[in-house]
């Protein structure tokens, strides 16, 4: 058993030098050696999804971190997991999913400025998806009546069209709204630029 468990540490304590070097995928494959040793292992998977996360794979990020959130009950490694369960989901878009995770690391850890920032980052991205999802499928219905207004009229081929300065205007005001969006955008993502430079994530732990 004291073998297992030299073993175990020796690849967990490789892992985090080449981590620390910025080798992500030889830590990856290091931690992986280690939970194939103890797969119960906390660190060992905590390190493997900050690994992976650092990779861009995000998905699998979010998969180990799911798993290691049941059944917890140290606050500490609860708070870290479910911090970077939320930037997983996070950098996947999934913002709704982020800005639970980042509730429940709060719960475990009120006071961590990181998560703080990080959640209410997330709710203006969601807001931001939101008003971008509305102005498709205004646009889309806009399209649907166009078109239909465009169709040729055999029944009455005098039908009154609408004017052309009318619909230029119409097109004239859609850019301006557009060109007010990307400036209104453009403003936001500064603002949250000058508080912080990135999204904040919990670096592998080499103790909890």
């Known amino acids: 058993m004291v073998v297992y468990s030299q073993k175990e540490n020796k690849f967990l304590r490789q892992g985090n030098n ?14 992986r050696k280690a939970l194939e040793i103890n797969r ?27 798993n290691l959130s049941v059944g917890k009950n140290n606050p500490s490694a609860l ?12 950098e996947a878009k999934q913002y709704e999913k982020s800005i639970d995770a980042y509730k429940k690391s709060l719960v475990h850890n009120p006071k961590d400025l990181d998560t703080k920032y990080n959640l209410e980052y997330a709710k203006m991205l969601l807001r931001k998806q939101q008003q971008q999802q509305q ?13 239909k207004e465009e169709q040729p ?15 230029k205007l119409s097109k004239d005001d859609a850019e301006r709204m557009l060109e007010a969006l990307k400036n209104d955008e453009k403003k936001t993502m500064e603002k949250v630029k000058k508080q912080k430079a990135k999204v904040q994530v919990f670096g592998i732990e080499k103790d909890w």
Do not use: M
Not at 79 to 90: F, R
Not at 153 to 167: F, I, L, V
């Open 18 to 31: 080449r981590y620390d070097q910025g080798n992500y995928k030889e830590a990856e494959k290091d931690y």
């Open 40 to 66: 119960e292992s906390l660190r060992g998977q905590f390190n493997l999804g900050t690994a992976v996360y650092q990779e861009k794979n995000y998905e699998e990020a979010s998969k180990i971190y799911e």
């Open 79 to 90: 708070a870290g997991i479910y911090h970077n369960l939320g930037n997983s989901y996070l």
């Open 135 to 147: 102005q498709q499928k205004d646009k889309n219905e806009q399209n649907k009546e166009q078109q």
């Open 153 to 167: 009229q055999n029944q009455d081929k005098n039908q009154q069209q609408p004017p052309k300065d009318q619909k």
